[in-house]
Structures are given as structure tokens and as C-alpha cells.
């Protein structure tokens, strides 16, 4: 089929890889543009623009699309069998919904109509969901209100963190979305029942709040693993919480229980086993309290 790709973040590059691979061809690929990143804001490509250039194939990036007739003419002008979408960063219009002859699918990381949005995988972890998945769906105009396609469930275990999720998803996603162009399966509306939306993420929403229960900020901490990450304050500075086991304990919360660096909660208590000062490596607690001493009595956050 001749198709265009719109992706643009790590989780979309198998899919793209995998329409390649099965000899679909790629008219072009639609990704954000590239942006300044890291210590030196170096401009970067993104990794769906990263493998169309490895791949060989026309990589366009508008930054908007909605009311670009341009955009819409040279989208239509490819004369697509069907688009393949997924974590592309921009809203279709209808003009481009409606241009390839099947239409746009999308590889939403979830089982909808759960978590519709941005952040699929986190809010699914912060939940405390048994299981997520990956829907393909027929694309509307709505925000992920579209017909299903195909659908298929993945269990959450109790280690599993968006990270590892992330991995297994997109892999998902890339076996399903080839399942649907070859199968062309009727499409299922969405119930009404269920719906749940998943906001975008922002680096504050890792804050810690001691104060809720202990088996809720141990998911907070899973589910922003490693993005936008998990912190509390310590001595007037961020502390990292990369990772934490629930255990008895009770006080103040925030307020540090012992030398293992356990930690009073709204409800238990968590004990802190891996965790990082900004611009340092990361570290087991063990290795981090031999050089930071944080003393019993020590009231984390504010």
C-alpha cells in the first residue's frame, strides 16, 4: 500500500520500521521539527525523523496544520491508500483525515476507551490498572473517539513502569497496525462506558506529596519512569526518586524513619532505594547515604 507515517517520539519508530520492512511503501513521513535539546540545545531531529532518514524516505515537518490549505493540498497530492498515525504531536484536520483512500490509523497505547490523551501509559501505571494495551483505530475528528479496528490487552505487573510498558507497546502496536492494513477489519464504535482521559504530563507533576498513600506515590513513581521523572526536596534542592518499595512504617509524612532512608506517608511508608541529585549519577540509597548523610527525624518536600 502507499501510505504516509506521521510519529514522531522512540514509540513510533517500530511501527515505521515495520511498514518499511513489510514492503509498504512510504510516500512520506510527518514528524515534529526539530528542536534544541539537552545541556547545549543543540538542535535535534526526533527518532521517527532520525529512522526516515536511515530509511531513505521524505521526512516533512509543518509546525501547524490546521488551517495550512498548503499542507492539506500536499498531503492530498500523495495519493495515499491509508496514513498511519501514532504519538505524531499534531491535530488532523478534517481535510487530511479524509484525504487517503482508508483513511488515518492511529496506534493509541491503550485499550479504549480507557485512557484517551496524551500520556496513555503513565496514567494507566498511576492507576493502578491490571492491564493497558494498544488500540488501532479508525481516526475522527474527535480526540481518540474513533471506531476501533483492532485491540489487544497486556498485563501490568507490580515492577512495571511506564519505561518498560513503553517498550512492549510499541512493539504491539507495530504487529497490530500491519494486522490492520492486511485484514481491513470492520471497525467497532467505541462504548460510551469507561471513558477516561490521560492529560499531558509536565515535569511538576513528579512531584512527591508525602502525604498521600504509600502504594500511590509508589506508583507516581513507576508510572513517570523515566518521564517527567519523580522528586521531593531536600536541604533546598530537588532530590530524584527513581525507585521505592512499600514497608511498614508510620509518622509525620515526608519525615525520614530510620538510616535506610524509609519514609513516612499519608498512609505507610516507603522505603527509597534508588535516587539522584540533579547533574550527578544515580545511585542505590545504600551507595547515596554513604556520601549524603540524610539523618532520622529529616522532614522531605515543602
Same mark, same amino acid.
Given at each position: 500500500?502507499?501510505?504516509?507515517?506521521m510519529?514522531?517520539?522512540?514509540?513510533?519508530v517500530?511501527?515505521?520500521?515495520?511498514l518499511?520492512?513489510?514492503?509498504?511503501?512510504i510516500a512520506a513521513?510527518y514528524?515534529q521539527?526539530p528542536?534544541p535539546a539537552?545541556?547545549?540545545?543543540a538542535v535535534?531531529?526526533?527518532?521517527?525523523h532520525?529512522a526516515?532518514?536511515e530509511?531513505?524516505?521524505?521526512?516533512?515537518? @509543518?509546525?501547524r496544520?490546521r488551517?495550512?490549505a498548503?499542507?492539506?493540498a500536499?498531503?492530498?497530492?500523495?495519493?495515499?491508500?491509508?496514513?498511519v498515525v501514532?504519538a505524531?504531536?499534531?491535530?488532523?484536520?478534517p481535510?487530511?483525515?479524509a484525504?487517503?483512500r482508508r483513511?488515518?490509523?492511529?496506534?493509541?497505547a491503550s485499550l479504549? @476507551?480507557r485512557w484517551r490523551?496524551?500520556a496513555?501509559?503513565?496514567a494507566?501505571?498511576l492507576a493502578?490498572d491490571?492491564?493497558?494495551?494498544v488500540?488501532?483505530m479508525?481516526?475522527d475528528?474527535?480526540?481518540?473517539t474513533?471506531?476501533?479496528l483492532?485491540?489487544?490487552?497486556?498485563?501490568?505487573?507490580?515492577?512495571?513502569s511506564?519505561?518498560?510498558?513503553?517498550?512492549?507497546?510499541?512493539a504491539?502496536?507495530a504487529?497490530l497496525?500491519?494486522r490492520?492494513?492486511?485484514?481491513?477489519p @470492520?471497525p467497532?464504535?467505541?462504548p460510551?462506558?469507561g471513558?477516561t482521559?490521560? @492529560?499531558?504530563?509536565?515535569?511538576?507533576d513528579?512531584r512527591?506529596?508525602?502525604?498521600?498513600?504509600a502504594r500511590?506515590?509508589e506508583?507516581?513513581?513507576?508510572a513517570?519512569?523515566?518521564w517527567?521523572?519523580?522528586?521531593?526536596?531536600?536541604?533546598g534542592?530537588?532530590?530524584k526518586v527513581?525507585?521505592v518499595a512499600?514497608?511498614?512504617?508510620a509518622?509525620?509524612?515526608?519525615t525520614?524513619?530510620d538510616?535506610?532512608l524509609?519514609v513516612?506517608?499519608g498512609?505507610g511508608?516507603?522505603?527509597?532505594t534508588?535516587?539522584q541529585?540533579p547533574?550527578?549519577?544515580?545511585l542505590?540509597?545504600?551507595?547515596?547515604?554513604?556520601?549524603?548523610?540524610i539523618?532520622?527525624?529529616?522532614v522531605?518536600?515543602?
Amino acid at each position: 500500500m502507499r501510505l504516509a507515517f506521521m510519529g514522531s517520539p522512540d514509540f513510533a519508530v517500530p511501527a515505521l520500521r515495520a511498514l518499511a520492512g513489510a514492503g509498504h511503501e512510504i510516500a512520506a513521513v510527518y514528524c515534529q521539527q526539530p528542536r534544541p535539546a539537552g545541556r547545549g540545545q543543540a538542535v535535534r531531529r526526533c527518532a521517527v525523523h532520525v529512522a526516515a532518514d536511515e530509511l531513505g524516505v521524505e521526512v516533512r515537518t @509543518p509546525a501547524r496544520l490546521r488551517t495550512d490549505a498548503a499542507a492539506h493540498a500536499a498531503f492530498a497530492a500523495l495519493a495515499l491508500d491509508a496514513a498511519v498515525v501514532a504519538a505524531y504531536g499534531l491535530i488532523l484536520p478534517p481535510a487530511m483525515l479524509a484525504a487517503p483512500r482508508r483513511g488515518c490509523l492511529n496506534i493509541h497505547a491503550s485499550l479504549l @476507551p480507557r485512557w484517551r490523551g496524551a500520556a496513555p501509559i503513565h496514567a494507566a501505571v498511576l492507576a493502578g490498572d491490571a492491564e493497558t494495551g494498544v488500540t488501532i483505530m479508525q481516526m475522527d475528528a474527535g480526540l481518540d473517539t474513533g471506531a476501533m479496528l483492532l485491540r489487544e490487552a497486556v498485563p501490568i505487573g507490580p515492577a512495571d513502569s511506564s519505561a518498560t510498558l513503553h517498550d512492549v507497546l510499541a512493539a504491539l502496536g507495530a504487529r497490530l497496525v500491519l494486522r490492520a492494513l492486511a485484514e481491513n477489519p @470492520p471497525p467497532v464504535p467505541q462504548p460510551e462506558a469507561g471513558v477516561t482521559y490521560a @492529560p499531558k504530563l509536565s515535569r511538576d507533576d513528579g512531584r512527591i506529596d508525602w502525604a498521600r498513600d504509600a502504594r500511590a506515590i509508589e506508583r507516581q513513581v513507576r508510572a513517570f519512569d523515566p518521564w517527567p521523572g519523580t522528586f521531593t526536596m531536600w536541604q533546598g534542592g530537588v532530590l530524584k526518586v527513581l525507585a521505592v518499595a512499600v514497608v511498614d512504617g508510620a509518622g509525620r509524612p515526608g519525615t525520614v524513619l530510620d538510616e535506610k532512608l524509609t519514609v513516612a506517608c499519608g498512609q505507610g511508608a516507603l522505603r527509597v532505594t534508588r535516587l539522584q541529585l540533579p547533574g550527578r549519577a544515580a545511585l542505590d540509597a545504600e551507595a547515596f547515604l554513604r556520601g549524603h548523610r540524610i539523618p532520622t527525624g529529616t522532614v522531605l518536600g515543602g
